[in-house]
Nanobody, 118 residues
Framework: QVQLVESGGGLVQAGGSLRLSCAAS????????MAWYRQPPGKQRELVAI??????TNADSVEGRFTISRDNAKNTVYLQMNSLKPEDTAVYYC?????????????WGQGTQVTVSS
């Protein structure tokens, strides 16, 4: 069983930066993929960035501004967000695929609020 806890959200002015963290707990054999999603007010949840063994991918809306990374020793995935815009305001969710007990399983975090003011 894996639990994900996000942190690092908050209120920031346009042009500022935030770093989100997602710490995973539990018995994990191997991380297959780690991702960040977000859900802006009044919109559906969307993929922000994903990191797999084959590389990293960003959504077009955050390309050049956001960077996803991970620390395997700490079972933690990060999202460094720079040059933030008001349209980045959303609840951000961590999502991971792990190899656990010989099976690939998917888990979601509870979400952390990011608010960018103008």
């Amino acid at each position: 069983q894996v639990q994900l806890v996000e942190s690092g959200g908050g209120l920031v002015q346009a042009g500022g930066s935030l770093r989100l963290s997602c710490a995973a707990s539990g018995s994990i054999f191997s991380f297959i993929a780690m991702a960040w999603y977000r859900q802006p007010p009044g919109k559906q949840r969307e993929l922000v960035a994903i990191i797999r063994s084959g590389g990293r991918t960003n959504a077009d809306s955050v390309e050049g501004r956001f960077t996803i990374s991970r620390d395997n020793a700490k079972n933690t995935v990060y999202l460094q967000m720079n040059s933030l815009k008001p349209e980045d305001t959303a609840v951000y969710y961590c999502n991971v695929d792990v190899l656990l007990g010989g099976t690939i399983r998917n888990y979601w975090g509870q979400g952390t609020q990011v608010t960018v003011s103008s």
